[in-house]
């Protein structure tokens, strides 16, 4: 049984470039929550999906947006990036609604120069 | 609003010796609690939860915590620690804002010395 799987592991943009960051929830699972740890820093919860509707969000500007997928799958969209937002993005995904126990990918690195 | 706080930023301990890793809970009520670990370069993996049931709680590799509601805590230790052990620790509530988001404290870096 698969786990949680993100693509890509790593990435280098430029400032105000847009990335799309990828994630496929563990099998079971119908919930999807991405978090930003910047480097030395616990995890920031950005915004949650369920039903392919974003059901919370985090304090993240509107250049972070989502999408959730039929299959419950999810993308990450972050637009006119910042240097600041050069970060590791995890992925959760979790069964129930999110009232179950959240399991993390292996994150994607995102450098932005 | 749901937090953690933990509250040693470093903790160094031998190998073999035990491991006490602190973490204090707000809740406005009965949380669930969880410490996820987090080796260099690496995802976070689930250590052990807490969700009302038992208060002494067993995770993996050995680690075990107990919640006390008296005093707001939910320290994770483990008798003897292995060199494998190092790693970053981070104490973790769910909830508040309506959802399930997780809220990360600010982690705690565990040494393990020869």
């Known amino acids: 049984d698969a786990g949680v799987t993100q693509s890509p592991t790593h990435l280098i943009k430029t400032r105000g470039q847009q990335v799309t960051l990828r994630c496929s929830p563990k099998s079971g699972h119908d919930t999807v929550s991405w978090y930003q740890q910047a480097l030395g820093q616990g995890p920031q919860f950005i915004f949650q999906?369920?039903?392919?509707?974003?059901?919370q969000r985090g304090n993240f500007p509107d250049r972070f947006s989502g999408h959730q997928f039929p299959n419950y799958s999810s993308e990450l969209n972050v637009n006119a990036l910042l240097l600041g937002d050069s970060a590791l993005y995890l992925c959760a995904s979790s069964g129930q609604g999110g009232r179950e126990t959240q399991y993390f990918g292996p994150g994607t690195r995102l450098l932005v120069l | 609003a749901q937090s953690v706080t933990q509250l040693d930023s470093h903790v160094s301990v031998s190998e073999g010796t035990p491991v006490l890793l602190r973490c204090n809970y707000s809740s406005s009520y009965s949380p669930s609690l969880f410490w996820y670990v987090q080796h260099p370069n690496k995802g976070l993996q689930l250590l052990l939860k807490?969700?009302?049931?038992?208060?002494l709680v067993k995770g993996i590799n050995g680690f075990e915590a107990e919640f006390k509601k008296s005093e707001t805590s939910f320290h994770l230790t483990k008798p003897s620690a292995h060199m494998s052990d190092a790693a970053e620790y981070f104490c973790v509530v769910r909830g508040g804002g309506g959802g399930n988001k997780l809220t990360f404290g600010t982690g705690t870096q565990l040494k393990v010395e020869l």
């Open positions: 807490y969700t009302s049931a038992a208060t």
């Open positions: 999906y369920y039903e392919e509707e974003e059901r």
